[in-house]
C-alpha cells in the first residue's frame, strides 16, 4: 500500500528545502519507515485509498520524527570536538535540539491518529505469584 504522505508534505511541515542537507532519498526512507510502523497499529478498517487528513497529517509528523533522528545521528557523528590547552570547545546543542524536536513530532504524531489505531489495553496483562518470604521472615 502506497504511504499517506509524500515527501513534498514532510519538506512543507518541517520546513526542508535543502536538498543537499535533506536527500530526496532521505525524505523517502523515513516516510517508508513511518508508514510502516503507522501500518502496524492502524485499525484495518481505515485503511483506504484516500486517507482522513488526520491519518495524512500523523504520518507526517512520524516522518518528520524518522528523518530528524537521521539527522541527529549524521550531526552527532560529524560533530568535531576541540581541545585547546585545557580548554574543551563543543560542537554545540544542535543534537539534543534534533533529538527534542523528534521527539516533540512524534508524540504529535500518535495523537493525531489515536482515534485510528487498533484498540490496546491501557495496561499490559499480568499475574501475581504466591507470596514468598523474605530473608528474615517467617
Known amino acids: 500500500m502506497a504511504s499517506f504522505a509524500t515527501e513534498e508534505d514532510v519538506r512543507m511541515k518541517f520546513q526542508l528545502g535543502d536538498t543537499t542537507l535533506v536527500p530526496s532519498a532521505l525524505v523517502t526512507a523515513s516516510i517508508d519507515d ?7 497499529a492502524l485499525d484495518p478498517a481505515h485503511i483506504s485509498d484516500s486517507p482522513e487528513d488526520a491519518l495524512v497529517m500523523g504520518e507526517v509528523m512520524l516522518a518528520g ?13 560529524d560533530q568535531k570536538q576541540l581541545v585547546i590547552g585545557n580548554q574543551r570547545i563543543d560542537a554545540g546543542k544542535r543534537f539534543g535540539a534534533l ?11 500518535w495523537y493525531l491518529v489515536e482515534v ?15 507470596t514468598v518470604a523474605v530473608l528474615g521472615e517467617e
Open 34 to 40: 513511518a508508514h510502516a510502523e503507522l501500518l502496524r
Open 65 to 77: 520524527a524518522h528523518l530528524l533522528r537521521s539527522l541527529a545521528s549524521k550531526d552527532a557523528f
Open 99 to 109: 533529538m527534542t524536536m523528534a521527539s516533540l513530532a512524534e508524540q504529535n504524531a
Open 116 to 130: 485510528y489505531l487498533v484498540d490496546r489495553p491501557s495496561q499490559a496483562p499480568l499475574s501475581a505469584t504466591d
